[in-house]
């Protein structure tokens, strides 16, 4: 074990930030600490940096006791979304910043941070100022700062947070690919379940000050522990007093026992796919909904879906709800 977070409890006046949170963290896996603004997530990990102390609890990193050891003695290496460069120096002395004040010998200096800078494709820049980087170019400078001094673990506080939706899905795909490269333990800070779901082995689900559910991605997806996790990992409605995945629900042109009937009130085109809204007419639990579905083109096609088409809903196999709560 990497990491071993161990009954974490901090509060800022009488605000309670974390509550009896517990957390393991597995040697050389990419973890997402994912929830809502305001659920705790930077708190947890400028505790586990060092950057912040717990009320109560303990830190552990790689079998030492690290609660309260300061940041520079814990072996991690940590980058920040609003990430502070030395204007003043190059790309490449801001990379091998934390080398030379380990006065390591010049020579291994500047094999580490060649070697690093090709490892986030910027090898070409190294002498530029770090002003003369794009926003994604910039972040890469920063995690090659973060990984010179070979940290046994990598925390990153929503790394890509400021940047474009394109700039953000290529470094997420190279994060991705740095990661298998390098293995180091990491683990990300997001509110972005898509980014969670596409880049981590693990997600760590916090809303209000507590852990909702540690998994892997199929997992929370699957099998989410309860309405909190469901709705924030992807889109849900409700179908006959549950709550179900708008892809999870069948439609069909007659009537089985196990569907209920339902009339067609809108449909949208997004694209490739088609949002049906319906409202049933009172199914098994005798309440009437208003679910949406989400189906392809072809499938509506096929469906001859159209505004009052009379249609039966149910949810299709082995469908993953919870009861509305
Ligand atoms: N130094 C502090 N003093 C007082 N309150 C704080 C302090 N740091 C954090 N908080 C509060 O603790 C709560 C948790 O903050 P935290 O930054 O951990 O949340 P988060 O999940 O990372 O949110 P975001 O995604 O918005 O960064 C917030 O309500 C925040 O206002």
Known sequence: MSIAV?????????????????????????TAL???????????????AGLEFPDTGTVEIEGVHATWLPPQKRSVGFVFQHYAAFKHLSV?????????????????????????????????????????????????????????????????????GALDAQVRKELRDWLRNLHDEMHVTTIFVTHDQEEALEVSDEIVVINGGKIEQTGSPDDLYDKPANDFVMKFLGPVTTLDGRL????????????E?????????????????????????????GEVSEPWVQLTRSQAEALALEPGREVWLRTSSAPQTLAVS
Do not use: C, W
Request: no cysteine.
């Open 6 to 30: 161990t009954g974490i409890n901090k509060r800022f006046g009488d605000f309670v930030a974390l509550s009896d949170v517990d957390l393991e963290v597995p040697t050389g896996r990419l």
């Open 34 to 48: 994912l929830g809502p603004s305001g659920g705790g997530k930077s708190t947890l990990l400028r505790i586990i």
């Open 92 to 160: 490449y002395r801001n990379v091998a910043f934390g080398l030379e004040i380990r006065k390591k010998p010049k020579a291994e200096i500047r094999k580490r941070v060649m070697e690093l800078l090709e490892l986030v494709h910027l090898e070409q820049f190294a002498d530029r100022l770090p002003s003369q980087l794009s926003g994604g170019q910039r972040q890469r400078m920063a995690l090659a700062r973060a990984l010179a001094v070979q940290p046994e673990v990598l925390l990153l506080d929503e790394p890509f």
């Open 244 to 255: 179900v995945r708008p892809h999870d629900i069948e439609v069909l042109r007659a009537a």
């Open 257 to 285: 026992s196990d569907a209920v009937g339902a009339t067609v009130t809108k449909l949208t085109r997004v694209g490739f796919e088609v949002r049906a809204e319906l409202r049933t007419a009172g199914g098994r639990s």
